[in-house]
Nanobody, 115 residues
Framework: QVRLVETGGGLVQAGGSLRLACALS????????VGWYRQTPGNQRGLVGE???????NYADFAKGRFTISRDNAKNTVYLQMNSLKPEDTGVYYC?????????WGQGTQVTVSS
């Protein structure tokens, strides 16, 4: 079992920055990749970006150049640094951990970007 806890959401003005953190606990050695997803109003949950166990990252087009995923292995924590935020980035951001046959989700953290 793997537990994920997201922190760092909040209210920020357009153009500002936020850093989200996803703290993993439990059987983290089974995790192959950790991703960030978001659900914006009226839309389905979709990928923001992810980092694989080897360190390779990939991002959705809207995140490229603005968002960066990094990790601290000593803390079992994955970060999502979000810069140049836009009102359309408003939504609930979720952390996802992929094991071989199981996906684990955090509870989500709200990000609100005001214009």
């Amino acid at each position: 079992q793997v537990r994920l806890v997201e922190t760092g959401g909040g209210l920020v003005q357009a153009g500002g920055s936020l850093r989200l953190a996803c703290a993993l606990s439990g059987s983290v050695s089974r995790i192959n990749a950790v991703g960030w997803y978001r659900q914006t109003p009226g839309n389905q949950r979709g990928l923001v970006g992810e980092i694989a166990s080897g360190g390779f990252t990939n991002y959705a087009d809207f995140a490229k150049g603005r968002f960066t995923i990094s990790r601290d292995n000593a803390k079992n924590t994955v970060y999502l640094q979000m810069n140049s935020l836009k009102p359309e980035d408003t939504g609930v951001y979720y952390c996802n951990a992929k094991a071989t046959i199981t996906n684990y989700w955090g509870q989500g953290t709200q990000v609100t970007v005001s214009s």
